[in-house]
């Protein structure tokens, strides 16, 4: 069965520090996507991405960094120099590969919400 | 404006009355699901449908019911809601492809908050 681990419920960091969110996830496939999102005080969900099992590149998007690690099972989220608005609730979820290019069932983890303080 | 649209987005019902929650999305994506989200069991998925007529179930599908006749819609149906089913409710869609990263997006509806008396 699959699962997705997000141990931290909560991480409080000062504005322009660097937060890691950690996700470690169990499977049996052999390939499956990764996905994070996130869920701001607002309650709307955003996606803010998807990696293939088998593209261990990691990811940057502005602030934002993945880091996948196949050996570990984890698939870590950065943000650089965290700012208010990033507080918000992160998800982390897995899914199986279904046909080329589609998803199936997706597993989240419990979430680690973020905390940003001025 | 590429979206995904919920109604209603609030409901209070009772027991046993037949509810149909609507999604809608306008950006021709072949795959879309319908989630819930409740306090202390985080987001899980109800069903999801690769293409029209093709539906199959996610983590949680006891209770619920969905039809994918058409693209673009992909309607939610509580048959006989009971309290158990009082959440918040999330239907997504998204165009899947190849190469993934943060540019191949899913796209949210904005929720439907359902309390079931």
């Known amino acids: 069965a699959q699962k997705v681990t997000q141990a931290q419920t909560e991480i409080s960091v000062v504005e322009k520090e660097d937060v890691t969110l950690d996700c470690v996830y169990e499977?049996?496939?052999?390939?499956?996507?990764l996905f994070w999102y996130k869920q701001p005080p607002s309650g709307e969900l955003v996606f803010l991405i998807r990696r293939n099992s088998f593209d261990e590149q990691n990811e940057i998007s502005g602030r934002y960094s993945w880091n996948f690690q196949k050996s570990t099972s984890s698939f870590n989220f950065t943000i650089t120099a965290s700012q208010v608005v990033d507080s918000a609730v992160y998800f982390c979820?897995?899914?199986?590969?279904?046909?080329?290019?589609?998803?199936?069932?997706?597993?989240f983890g419990a979430g680690t919400q973020v905390v940003v303080t001025p | 404006e590429a979206q995904v649209t919920q109604n209603p987005r609030y409901l209070i019902t009772v027991t046993g009355k037949k509810l149909t929650v609507t999604c809608s999305q306008n950006?021709?994506?072949?795959?879309m699901s319908w989630y819930r989200q409740d306090p202390g069991l985080g987001l899980r998925q109800i069903y999801y449908?690769?293409?029209?007529?093709?539906?199959d179930k996610g983590d949680v599908p006891e209770g619920y019911k969905v039809s994918r006749k058409e693209k673009r819609n992909f309607p939610l149906i509580l048959e006989s809601p009971s309290p158990n089913q009082t959440s918040l409710y999330f239907c997504?869609?998204?165009?899947?492809?190849?190469?993934?990263?943060?540019?191949?997006?899913?796209?949210f509806g904005p929720g439907t908050r359902l309390t079931v008396l």
């Open positions: 997504a869609s998204s165009s899947p492809l190849s190469s993934g990263g943060v540019d191949n997006e899913q796209f």
């Open positions: 979820a897995l899914s199986e590969i279904i046909q080329t290019d589609s998803w199936g069932k997706l597993q």
């Open positions: 499977t049996r496939d052999t390939t499956y996507y």
């Open positions: 950006m021709n994506h072949e795959y």
């Open positions: 449908s690769m293409n029209v007529e093709v539906t």
